[in-house]
DNA sequence: TTATATACGATAAATTTTGTCGTATATAAT
DNA sequence: ATTATATACGACAAAATTTATCGTATATAA
């Protein structure tokens, strides 16, 4: 329970890969799904998602490839997981209201202090602490 | 991302349920599934579940029912959740060697740092704190 | 004896996650 | 120009997990 999916996993991969070489260097999908094991297409398409969201920035055609374009130390874990995945909280719930408990929930609001609690944890911590 | 299952909402709904009337009170499974919108049998087998853990205590037959038998204070959330649904973390290889990436990986120490960020969250907070 | 409740393994449905396919576009090298 | 290799991306398929139901047994108050 709490987990978090492949997708995000292999994204961290993918940039801790990146961080670790020089910042002009760049990294192809097929060069981080070979050595790290992933499969290249999900892997791909999770790095063109981060390059739409201006977290690394693409180059194409051959020789082309992949490397890091923000400061990752202003970028918190709290918002890369929204943007690979949306919403982060425990239950859905504390965002869409369409939940078929709502009427009569009585944990809504003790739940939405844990919510709270976690966002703010993974606010203050950001990618710079998993790919350095 | 993140989520806890509706099988611990249900769980952590029924509790509330139950602390919310006298101790010597007994709810049945179909009182809380009725008044929340829950599916019964569902619901049944996780209170049963928290009854073979002693968190709540079973009487059988009619006018039977559940009610709280731990000292919820006593019972973190980490524990809790784990008792429902097994080991607590945001990759599984946290916990089994299993996995794919784990001869290459790159992330394994952040994460685990992380996920003790997470776990130690949890240990912090009780059951009383979302029952109460 | 009946009605109603818990107990619980097995199975089915639904949903979400994970992975693949096909096609288009960009561009360096030949 | 042609080729080879890379990104771009929507649609689709497979797999895994979560959620829900079924069937049957047992307990016990009325
Ligand atoms: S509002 Fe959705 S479970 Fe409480
Ligand atoms: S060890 Fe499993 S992803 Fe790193």
Known sequence: MLNITRKVEYALIALRHMQSKNNT???????????YGIPQQLLAKTLQQMARDGIIKAVQGPAGGYKIAANLKSISLKDFFEKLEGPLGMMDCYFDSEC?????CNIRIPIQRINDNM?????????QEITQ
């Not at 260097?25 to 050595?35: G, Q, R, Y």
């Open 25 to 35: 260097d760049l990294t192809s999908a097929k060069e981080i799904a070979t050595k």
């Open 119 to 127: 966002r703010s944890m993974f606010s203050k911590m950001t990618l």
């Open 100 to 104: 078929l408990q709502i009427t009569n």
